[in-house]
């Protein structure tokens, strides 16, 4: 057996099997059972609630990206690699740990607790938590997208256009933005597919509330969890699966487009 | 998931490349030019304030809170806390999947990485998006993916619900991409002619591969099948459904964690407990990153 056969027998049965069956599952009972899965108003709430969570979570990871792949891109400061090294440090963390941390910290007995009291917030089991956590789990998504290109531009051109009396801000969006946006974009690609994608580190934070809390992942775990209906959970699996075949595409076409 | 192959050139077709360089900024500026490491005068105080601040607020704190609450009462009570016989049969089965899932991942994330390089052939860039498949599924998907293949009631017949070879071909599916997509860069770069070579002056295609090959791609498999390890170590969501959490069988660390947090008599108890097992799951990923970079600076000090 040729090593071709090895790697495409892997493949196959490891990935494109399963998903095939899941595919399989999902339709078999018809396409109206498959969209009257998808309108039940919990359903609906769910996918709401990520689009919430994941906007605002990609939004904030974004900004912070930008602000973050720029410093360690161009400035040298003492603690630069340690600084590093901890916005690297969140993928390797396990989601269920996250979600502790988070609640040891901005839970109502965490350290932050009588603050958050006395100021009327709600942190843990509500969006504010949420949205910590999935911020948390896709940190360096687009850091470490635009770092390598920042550094490959360097800073010819924006000294030029300081030297010819463009203040920062113009700087910023004349030069450094049409720079990295390619990258920026597939940076926030993945960072919202991550978003959009998070179980471990929401399920623990969010208290899990039916209609409230639950975000579209959450919701299918909930229901296959409690053997409630394992139908609208592939249905809405099925969705979810989609948007990371998207991702996956939009991600290659972008790359593509970096490389002419 | 995250995260990349390095700043290295971006995996060739297809494909969210999720696997984030540990390395930093900090190696990457040192082979990129002098115009990369000169500094645009000197960076404002209040702007690295806020950005030290959000990373400490986010991510510092809350694990330090971690580690602090193992413990907060006393170094017995994470001993005890640890060595609770149900919580030491689960971190034994995570730590034995995790390094199952490293060794199996560097072997077979070469060869199919290998495959993608030197091979073309009709159907390779299917292949190229199935490897991203993984990453870019969320994992409770991936768990029902799973579910829907080696479930109760499975068209192929085998049902591993409840079985630890069901967790382990789940965590095979989740790290599938990371030694491929560490693996694929570097032998995209490797120079042929050292091969050739060493073909002609009559050495066979095993001791070419063994002799000039892996000694090159060593550093990206190794480092690969850390990321996978990490990663393995700490999942939760694809293995929720497949495992069913039987005690002394089928329970592992981060669902340990997650059963700890749910059970509402003696809180603070159950809540150390949580915590002494996750310091233990976070001292492992910081050691892992560590190996990463001690890999890269040699890479790098090498090449």
């Known amino acids: ?260 | 998931m995250s995260i990349d192959l390095a700043d290295a050139p971006p995996a060739p077709a297809g494909g969210v490349s999720p696997v984030p360089s540990s390395g930093g900024g900090g190696r990457a500026s040192a082979g990129r030019g002098v115009q990369a490491r000169q500094p645009f005068g000197r960076i404002s105080g209040p702007t690295l304030g806020v950005l030290v601040l959000w990373v400490s607020l986010i991510v510092l704190l809350p694990l330090t809170a971690v580690v602090g609450k193992a413990f907060g009462s006393g170094a017995g009570d994470f001993w005890s806390a640890v060595t609770e016989p149900r919580v030491r049969s689960a971190l034994e089965l995570t730590v034995i999947l995790a390094v199952g899932v490293a060794v199996v991942n560097a072997i077979m994330g070469t060869v199919i990485a290998w495959v993608l390089v030197r091979e073309r052939f009709r159907g390779s860039s299917l292949l190229e998006f199935a490897i991203d498949i993984p990453f870019a599924l969320p994992t409770i998907v991936a768990g029902l993916v799973m579910l829907a293949l080696y479930g109760a009631n499975s068209p192929v017949g085998i049902n591993l619900v409840g079985a630890r070879t069901g967790m382990f071909v789940a965590l095979l599916f989740v790290t599938l991409p990371f030694t491929v997509r560490t693996v694929q860069p570097v032998l995209l770069d490797l120079d042929r002619e050292a091969e050739q070579a060493a073909a002609s002056l009559g050495a066979a295609p095993n001791a070419v591969f063994r002799r000039i090959v892996l000694p090159q791609i060593l550093p990206a498999m190794a480092s690969g099948s850390a990321l996978a390890f990490a990663r393995a170590l700490g999942e939760y969501g694809s293995l929720v459904y497949i495992s069913s959490a039987l005690p002394f069988k089928t329970e592992w660390a981060a669902q340990v964690i997650y059963g700890l947090l749910q059970d509402p008599t003696n809180v603070d108890r159950t809540t150390q407990q949580a915590s002494a097992i996750a310091a233990i799951l976070l001292v492992a990923s910081a050691l892992v990153l560590v190996t990463l970079t001690v890999i890269e600076r040699r890479v790098a000090r090498r090449g």
């Open chain 1, 1 to 260: 057996m040729g090593l071709r056969t090895i790697a495409v027998l892997y493949v196959g049965i490891l990935v494109l099997l399963p998903v095939g069956v899941l595919g399989y599952r999902t339709f078999q009972p018809g396409l109206a059972e498959f969209f009257s899965a998808l309108n039940d108003p919990l359903a609906q709430h769910a996918f709401q609630m990520t689009a919430i969570i994941a906007g605002v979570s990609t939004l904030i990871n974004a900004v912070f990206g930008i602000a973050m792949g720029i410093l360690l891109a161009r400035y040298e400061f003492p603690g630069k690699r340690l600084l590093s090294a901890f916005v690297d440090l969140p993928v390797a963390v396990s989601p269920i740990v996250v979600g502790l941390a988070l609640i040891l910290v901005f839970g109502p007995q965490g350290w932050f607790g009588p603050v958050e009291n006395s100021a009327g917030i709600v942190v843990i089991n509500a969006k504010p938590g949420m949205i910590i956590a999935t911020v948390f789990v896709s940190l360096p998504l687009v850091v470490r997208a635009i770092v390598p290109v920042l550094q490959q531009a360097g800073m010819e051109q924006e000294q030029a256009a300081a030297s010819l009396g463009a203040n920062a801000v113009q700087r910023f969006f004349r030069i450094t933005l049409p720079t990295i946006r390619i990258a920026l974009a597939y940076g926030v690609v993945l960072c919202l597919a991550r978003c959009i994608g998070e179980y471990g580190a929401v399920l623990v934070v969010s208290g899990n509330i039916a209609g409230v809390t639950e975000t579209a992942p959450l919701r299918v775990g909930h229901l296959v969890q409690d053997e409630l209906d394992t139908q609208s959970a592939y249905a809405i699996t099925f969705v979810l699966m989609l948007i990371s075949v998207a991702a996956i595409l939009i991600g290659a076409f972008i790359r593509r487009r970096k490389k002419i």
